[in-house]
């Protein structure tokens, strides 16, 4: 459960913007502070949207059931991680059948790019991020770069990057309150853009590991229009992997996130076999949230150059939303091809006479 705390010393009318998203799981205590216990999470962002004028905190960023295999997106110190161009796309339907749920779009691409005579990696990457809610959209493009060090036993590499870009919110004027002339929900389309920053560190030994510690909305970006001041409240990841091969065939890969805005915590955690370095299946549990299990298949390109992987994910809600959702929905597509070019034989003839 997820506590936010609104502050503002009016009390003032929601209900109608609540008995269009059809939230009955929401308790509201009101006199001089406004205190609101919400079971879902990115419901949070719309209400404070749509009463306005006020500030307030909570987990603003989407969620990716399948985060494993796309950490550029909360984490640019993963820029460049691979030898390759990689590209990855996830769309998520979550809580199918709620009347103005989440769906989120998420395109991510990152390669590593050799400088000053091959002897130092800079890893680059962007990320877009297309989020709507309700009558809110989000939409995010920053762009990312990490300087990368080979570090330790076994290959590994350490990379320390910062993103920065662009974050854009709006507001439609379709919505229509059951309260008419409320001034306090917007009448017209409002937006408002903001710059955005964060940084982040990661590590891997290829084939074995991963831990990542990263930051976003480091400059906590204020977004600001009639009736609307958003505020986006700094949030931090920590995530970790391992991969432990049981035989040739089977490889047992557990891995978590973990991502607080320092107001609330959120925890997934996650375990997936591979088997013969083509199919995965595994199950993930979201802390009060959701049990998710989830599939995929990995290939290599015919030319060798390249691989693929497809995932499905489904989220089976436990949270008292269930009775209104049917679950949520998460595809994955990535791409990934080499772009290292071949060494160059290089010969050398030196006559010689005797």
């Not at 074995?208 to 409240?233: D, F, I, Q, R």
Request: proline share 3%; glycine share 8%; charged share 15%.
């Amino acid at each position: 459960m997820n506590i936010i705390l609104l502050k503002r010393f009016a009390i003032f009318e929601i209900h109608s913007f609540l008995y269009r998203l059809n939230l009955k799981y929401i308790t509201i205590k009101a006199n001089s502070k406004v205190t609101k216990s919400i079971h879902m999470k990115k419901i949070i962002t719309s209400v404070i949207l749509a009463v306005g004028g006020f500030q307030a905190f909570a987990q603003q960023d989407p969620q990716f059931s399948q985060q494993m295999f796309t950490r550029l997106s909360t984490n640019a110190g993963f820029a460049g991680a691979s030898e390759y161009l990689c590209a990855t796309v996830m769309n998520r339907q979550q809580w199918v059948g709620f009347d103005g749920a989440p769906q989120t779009t998420l395109v991510t691409i990152d390669a590593p790019i050799k400088i000053l005579q091959e002897q130092h990696t800079i890893g680059v990457g962007a990320t877009i991020i297309a989020d709507q809610l309700g009558f809110e959209n989000t939409f995010s493009a920053k762009l990312a770069a990490a300087y990368r060090l080979n570090l330790g036993p076994e290959g590994g590499n350490l990379g320390i990057g910062l993103d920065f870009g662009l974050l854009n919110k709006s507001v439609s004027g379709n919505f229509i309150a059951i309260q008419q002339n409320d001034n306090l929900i917007p009448q017209a389309s409002v937006s408002d853009k903001a710059m955005d920053l964060g940084f982040g560190a990661h590590y891997h030994i290829p084939g074995k590991l991963y831990v990542g510690l990263s930051g976003v909305h480091l400059l906590a970006p204020k977004l600001e229009g009639t009736n609307l001041e958003y505020l986006m409240a700094r949030h931090w990841y920590v995530t970790a992997g391992y991969e432990y091969a049981i035989n040739e065939m089977l490889t047992v890969r557990p891995n978590f996130l973990l991502k607080t805005d320092a107001a609330s915590t959120q925890l997934d955690i996650n375990a997936n076999v591979l088997y013969n370095n083509m199919v995965w299946a595994g199950l993930s549990y979201r802390l009060q949230d959701a049990i998710v299990p989830m599939l995929g298949y990995q290939g290599t390109l015919a030319n060798g150059k390249g691989n693929y992987r497809i995932g499905y994910s489904y989220d089976l809600t436990i949270s008292n939303i269930k009775q209104h959702s049917s679950g949520s929905h998460e595809i994955m597509l990535g791409f990934c091809y080499n772009i290292t070019p071949p060494k160059k034989i290089t010969r050398y003839k030196n006559p010689r006479f005797l």
